[in-house]
Structure formats: C-alpha cells, structure tokens
C-alpha cells in the first residue's frame, strides 16, 4: 500500500488509465520486494522464541515419517523475508541427500536437494515456482504437488539414478557446509534476477501463466534421450 498508494495518485493527478499506472506500480512494488528479499533471505537468523510454535507444530507434525525414511534434524533457522519463512533442514544418514522444509506462515513446501561432482545439482520440490523461469545449466529440477515426503523421496532418488547413469557422481555435503550451500544457493537466484533486466518479469509472466510445465515431470522423462551437453554447460 505504501508503494501503490502514491503511484495510482501520480497516475490520476498525470490523467494516465488506471490500468496502465496500477501495472506500473506493480512491477515497481515487486522490484522492491525482490530487492528486499535478496538482502533479508542471506541472513539466516534464529527462529523468534514467540509467535512461531503453530509453525514448529506444522513442520514437526510428520517429523517421524522424515526420521523413518533415514533423515535426522541437521539444522533450523529463520528468514525475516517479506513472507517470513521457518525453515527446518535434514540429512539422510546413508544417502547423500539434503531436505529442507519450510513454513511461510501460509503455506509449506519443501525441497530435496543433491549435489554432485562438476557443480551440478538436483532439486526436487513441491514449490512451483521453481520452475518459473527456465532454470541455469547445471541446476537440474523435478516439481512435484500434492506428493507425501516419503513419494518425494522416492521421485528424488529416481532422479539421483537417472544422473549416475548418465555418469554424474553424487557427493556429500558436509553438515558444516550447509549454511554456505544454503546462501550461495539464494544469492545466485538473486544473482540472476540481477543480471537480467527482464528476469523479474519473466518471473511474474512465468508464475502467472504456471510456464515451466516441463520440470513437473520426472527427469528421465524431461530427458527421454539422456541428458543433452547443454544442461551440463555454462
């Protein structure tokens, strides 16, 4: 409101259409949010002692299924972001795996995410989004909605044995490392966004129209004729 409030007065008292000074103020108003968010979520603070229980609750509620697959707690922390966000993270004891949960007040997702040797990564998640724009070479991604943690788990290792096939090798993350890996991770999404002009709208026009349909699939069927040089290049 404090963003669009004053730009659709300085659209009336200019005589510009509405619709055009309340798009304007909207990609300006997501500007900022965009340059908000990439400072804030860099700082990984601990989570407030007040007001955040109902979300531990919620991440804590299938902590046993989590457990039972082979994850054990690795780390938890906060990002004061616009949509605040609790985040727990887990590790899998025997399988170099890395699962992050998250609770945005609204709304929960979560990621599972591998690395392997030569900077490439896979990232399996129920958060759509991460398919709104076409993503880097090298950061490889199965969407998945509306799947329990233990068919992510298994849609996650399905992906795992389609790199090594393809003669990729996973690696462990050190426990240490994963704070690290978790900024870097952000930063160059922001990275991006920064480097193109057009990224924020190529975000917004993406999420919108739900583009990126062909990361909801398994990777073996984004890539039918194995995994091209291209994904690897860059």
Same mark, same amino acid.
């Given at each position: 409101?404090?963003?669009?409030?004053?730009?659709l007065w300085l659209g009336d008292w200019l005589g510009l259409p509405f619709f055009l000074t309340a798009a304007a103020g909207f990609i300006a108003l997501n500007y900022l949010l965009f340059a908000y968010n990439s400072r804030a979520m860099?700082?990984?603070r601990p989570i407030p002692e007040r007001g955040y229980d109902?979300?531990?609750?919620?991440l804590e509620r299938d902590e046993h299924v989590l457990f039972n697959l082979g994850f054990r707690k690795l780390d938890e922390f906060y990002l004061k972001s616009v949509s605040d966000v609790v985040v727990y993270a887990y590790e899998h004891r025997s399988e170099p795996v890395i /699962?992050? +949960?998250y609770h945005a007040g609204v709304k929960s997702f979560c990621d599972f995410v591998t690395k392997f040797e030569g900077d490439v990564s896979l990232l399996t998640t129920t958060a759509g989004t991460a398919g709104a724009v076409r993503r880097p070479a090298r950061r490889l991604a199965q969407i998945f909605k509306n799947l329990d943690y233990a068919q992510m788990f298994e849609e996650h290792r399905r992906g795992v044995a389609f790199l090594e096939r393809q003669g /990729?090798? +996973?690696s462990e993350l050190p426990a240490t490392s994963f704070r690290q890996f978790f900024v870097d991770s952000v930063q160059e999404f922001y990275d991006?966004?920064?480097r193109d002009r057009l990224f924020l709208l190529r975000f917004m026009g993406g999420f919108l129209?739900?583009?990126?349909?062909?990361?909801?699939?398994?990777l073996e069927q984004q890539y039918p004729a194995g995994l091209p040089r291209e994904a690897l290049a860059g």
């Open positions: 409101m404090a963003v669009m409030a004053p730009v860099r700082v990984l109902r979300r531990r609750e919620a /699962l992050c +949960a /990729l090798r +996973a991006c966004g920064r129209t739900a583009a990126g349909q062909s990361y909801r699939r398994p």
